[in-house]
T-cell receptor, first 113, second 114 residues
Framework: AQSVTQLGSHVSVSEGALVLLRCNYS??????LFWYVQYPNQGLQLLLK??????LVKGINGFEAEFKKSETSFHLTKPSAHMSDAAEYFC???????????FGAGTRLFVKA | IAGITQAPTSQILAAGRRMTLRCTQD?????MYWYRQDLGLGLRLIHY???????GKGEVPDGYSVSRANTDDFPLTLASAVPSQTSVYFC?????????????FGPGTRLTVT
């Protein structure tokens, strides 16, 4: 069965600092992995996704994530945080041929001036 | 291009009342989904549809029903609302079901059941 664990419900960084949001997954088959972002009072939108083409995936707004099979991780990073990055971030996993996408509980990112 | 629209934006509903949340997409996507979002629990799938005329149960289907009469519309009905159904509801769509397909989300409906 698939599952997703996001470590840390809240992360706070200073503007200009590295952003690291952690995601670990479990899947019995090669997974598809996603990061979505949710700004206040909006729906989720896709940041990036892993579909086995490359382990390092680049997304929008300077975010990237690396698929590490040995660690079953798909952590999201951004070298330099901006105030506009303050939002909630969701990691998600689905299986090849599966019908469900499982979402993590979310990590709220705060960016301090 | 509107993408996905949901109505109403928010609603306060008395317990025991019937309520239909509306969802329409204009992307001709085959798959559609309803999720509820609760603090600390992320998104939980209520119902989904692979194509017009077919629906399936998600993780938390009890107390909810859906229909998919055509490609564009996927309404969610609460037959008799209860306070535990207070939540933010998101409709989403994708080209195909699950797998590698990214989902596109509507802006959400905030429902309070009193």
């Amino acid at each position: 069965a698939q599952s997703v664990t996001q470590l840390g419900s809240h992360v706070s960084v200073s503007e200009g600092a590295l952003v690291l949001l952690r995601c670990n997954y479990s899947s019995s088959v090669p997974p598809y992995l996603f990061w979505y972002v949710q700004y206040p009072n909006q729906g989720l939108q896709l940041l990036l996704k892993y579909t086995s083409a490359a382990t390092l995936v680049k997304g929008i707004n300077g975010f990237e994530a690396e698929f590490k099979k040995s660690e079953t991780s798909f952590h999201l990073t951004k070298p330099s945080a901006h105030m506009s990055d303050a939002a909630e971030y969701f990691c998600a996993v689905s299986d090849t041929g599966g019908f469900k996408t499982i979402f993590g509980a979310g990590t709220r990112l705060f960016v301090k001036a | 291009i509107a993408g996905i629209t949901q109505a109403p934006t928010s609603q306060i509903l008395a317990a025991g009342r019937r309520m239909t949340l509306r969802c329409t997409q204009d992307m001709r996507h085959n798959a559609m989904y309803w999720y509820r979002q609760d603090l600390g629990l992320g998104l939980r799938l209520i119902h989904y549809s692979n194509t017009a005329g077919t629906t399936g149960k998600g993780e938390v289907p009890d107390g909810y029903s859906v229909s998919r009469a055509n490609t564009d519309d996927f309404p969610l009905t609460l037959a008799s609302a209860v306070p535990s159904q207070t939540s933010v509801y998101f409709c989403a769509s994708s080209e195909g079901l699950g797998d590698h397909y990214e989902q596109y989300f509507g802006p959400g409906t905030r429902l309070t059941v009193t």
